[in-house]
């Protein structure tokens, strides 16, 4: 069974965030383990610059890193994939881990270490998108992949 992390930068998302992942965590319990693992934001009220910032984010997203596992940062400098182009990705993934962790920065983006550290940098749009809204939109992305890849429905 895949394992997917979602590890993300923030504590305390919205109300429709959490419900948003749960839907998808539920409809992809069958077909994989999907959980968040969530970041605390760097304390912006310190000046600080922001390699600083994206360097103590850096430390804890890397503490949750497991040696076995793809590892795909969510940055505006990686490719945009398609579905179907994720659902190849998964499926080629899936021949070499059973384990996937998609990592979402915080409000400064990711450091250079976790962008050099990932196995993929995947970039969701050319448009900008709030970092909680990103974790449901990804949740559906790789609901969406996994039903593709079982030839169900859904995708259509």
């Known amino acids: 069974m895949l394992k997917i992390d979602l590890v993300a930068v923030g504590t305390r998302p919205p109300p429709w965030v959490v ?3 749960e839907q998808y965590s539920l409809r992809m319990k069958r077909d994989c383990r999907f959980q968040i693992l969530e970041i605390k934001t760097s ?3 310190k000046k600080q610059s922001v390699a600083i910032h994206q360097e103590e984010e850096a430390k804890l997203i890397g503490s949750h ?5 793809r590892v795909i940062a969510m940055d505006s400098r990686g490719k945009i994939w ?12 899936s021949q070499q881990t059973n384990h996937f962790q998609f990592v979402i920065g915080g409000p400064d983006g990711l450091s250079d270490v976790i962008i050099n550290r990932a196995d993929e940098i995947w970039s969701l749009s050319n448009l900008t998108f709030p970092h909680f809204l990103v974790r449901v939109l ?4 790789i609901y969406r992949a996994l039903m593709l890849n079982a030839n169900h429905p859904y995708h259509k």
């Open 19 to 21: 419900q948003g992942i």
């Open 43 to 45: 304390d912006r009220k």
């Open 65 to 69: 890193f497991n040696s076995g596992a």
């Open 82 to 93: 398609s579905t179907e182009q994720l659902a190849g990705k998964v499926e080629a993934w």
């Open 138 to 141: 990804l949740a559906e992305q």
